[in-house]
């Protein structure tokens, strides 16, 4: 299994409370992205990055921001939870960015009340 | 945005039978295309792939058949076993230049042992 851990696994918090993510990973792959995963929507990308403190916006990154200070770390931020925000977050690595061969962590469910 | 879908939403299958498990993209520029399986409460885990310029990729017990006439792509599973039972999803990029795949909803497969 590819070196990506997520933290926490599992949390639950209240509406307008910030909320962060770690992706840990021990690949030194350059590209990590942030998805997350709804019924009826699969997988869609929030953030990703191209390398430390690059990084750019995916297909529904409004109420995220993301930051990259190390290589190996990722985090995802949530500045003020809500409801709808309510889902199971994964994290990603690519050697490139021309495959689509993602290693995916485990997952973060994160329930917003 | 894009749209990837999957025609049958479930699949049972007895066990040592073929399965295939089909998908739709609406995009006619998407020119690379991937599969993932997704066991339960575990991250998406890459398959295969395929890029615009092939109708067929093999790989161990799984073969990836791509009709860009139809838009319309299938992933076959040879003598499927229990371990295969889990979500399949395919997922297309517009642009093989940039990081965004779109994900479909997923199909379910069940083997039957």
């Known amino acids: 299994d590819a070196g990506i851990t997520q933290s926490p696994r599992h949390k639950v918090t209240e509406t307008g409370t910030p909320v962060t993510l770690r992706c840990h990973q021990t690949?030194?792959?350059?590209?990590m992205y942030w998805y997350r995963q709804d019924p009826g929507h699969g997988l869609r990308l929030i953030h990703y990055?191209?390398?430390?403190?690059?990084?750019d916006k995916g297909e529904v990154s409004d109420g995220y921001s993301v930051s990259r200070s190390k290589t190996e770390d990722f985090l995802l931020t949530l500045e003020s939870a809500t409801s709808s925000q309510t889902s199971v977050y994964f994290c990603?690595?690519?050697?490139?960015?021309?495959?689509?061969?993602?290693?995916f962590g485990e997952g973060s469910r994160l329930t917003v009340l | 945005g894009e749209s990837v879908g999957l025609h049958l939403p479930t699949l049972s299958v007895q066990e040592g039978d073929n399965s295939i498990i089909n998908c739709a993209y609406s995009?006619?520029?998407?020119?690379?295309f991937i599969w993932y399986k997704q066991e339960s409460g575990k991250g998406p885990q890459f398959i295969i792939d395929?890029?615009?310029?092939?109708d067929k990729r093999q790989g161990q017990r799984v073969t990836v058949l791509l009709n860009k006439t139809v838009k319309h792509l299938s992933l076959q599973i040879a003598a499927t076993q229990p371990g295969d039972s889990a979500v399949y999803f395919c997922a297309e990029n517009p642009n093989l230049t940039g990081n965004q795949f779109y994900f479909g909803t997923g199909t379910s497969l069940t083997v039957i042992p």
């Open positions: 690949e030194n792959h350059r590209y």
């Open positions: 990603a690595i690519s050697r490139d960015r021309n495959t689509g061969e993602l290693f």
């Open positions: 395929i890029r615009s310029n092939m």
């Open positions: 990055s191209y390398g430390v403190k690059d990084t």
């Open positions: 995009n006619s520029a998407s020119d690379y």
